[in-house]
């Protein structure tokens, strides 16, 4: 057995941690923390599979901006912990099941002698001049172009629903609603002229008594 083979057991097995403690951890912020530890070894992970542009993509998107912005949010927002675990465990059986045909899936698919797995063989040799960017770019454009619209296409469904979900509930009183704006009828008129006659206040017999008395004691 390699070192590299050890250190990837390794890397693997903390990986696994860290992806079970997000899931099962209490506290929002201790759930964000495990999965920047997650990140951070799947970046050496793709390291040592000598794919360093995708282990510097992964740190630098996921872990100094997501991640960061996630940690942002989560400590901002008040968020009641008992009531997101309320129905935990009436939705755990169904999550169970979707875990274990997922689990199903990916095993059948790495034993299939059909699928072409060359990161699970030995690490080639490359020459120095090989350039991993390179390679990527144009598989991602060229060979695997359809699956790569399709998942930015759900990335975007994703912002959009997010964002759906966030101001579903807030009232804003400048919000204008198109569809009210759609059904107003020009005939009747958006603006109506009011005329009303001119009030001068007259000054009452109080205050003008009162101001007599002040002038007479000014002039005495």
């Known amino acids: 057995m390699t070192f590299s083979l050890i250190l990837f057991y390794i ?16 506290n929002p912020v201790h759930a964000a923390l495990y999965l920047v530890l997650t990140f951070c070894i799947s970046a050496m992970i793709w390291m040592l599979m000598q794919a360093e542009f995708l282990g510097i993509v992964l740190v630098v998107v996921y872990v100094g901006a997501v991640m960061v912005l996630f940690l942002f949010v989560v400590m901002m927002l008040n968020i009641d912990v008992e009531e997101m675990r309320a129905g935990f465990w009436r939705h755990a059986p169904v999550a169970g099941v979707v875990g274990v045909l997922m689990a199903v899936a990916l095993i059948l698919i790495l034993v299939n002698p059909k699928t072409n797995l060359a990161a699970f ?6 020459p120095a001049d090989y350039s991993n960017i390179r390679d990527l770019g144009s598989q991602i454009y060229t060979t695997y172009l359809l699956p790569f619209e399709l998942a930015a296409v759900l990335l975007l469904l994703g912002m959009v629903a997010a964002i759906a ?23 009747e008129g958006r603006l109506r002229m009011v005329k009303m006659k001119a009030v001068v206040q007259q000054p009452s017999e109080n205050e003008t008594s009162s101001d007599g008395q002040q002038e007479g004691e000014g002039k005495a």
Not at 11 to 26: C, D, E, N, R, Y
């Open 121 to 126: 063989g030995p690490m080639q040799d490359i």
């Open 165 to 187: 979900l966030v101001h579903r509930k807030t009232y804003n009183p400048r919000r204008i609603n198109p569809a009210d704006q759609v059904k107003v009828n020009p005939n």
């Open 11 to 26: 890397l693997a097995a903390i990986v696994l941690f860290g992806a079970l403690k997000t899931v099962t951890a209490k």
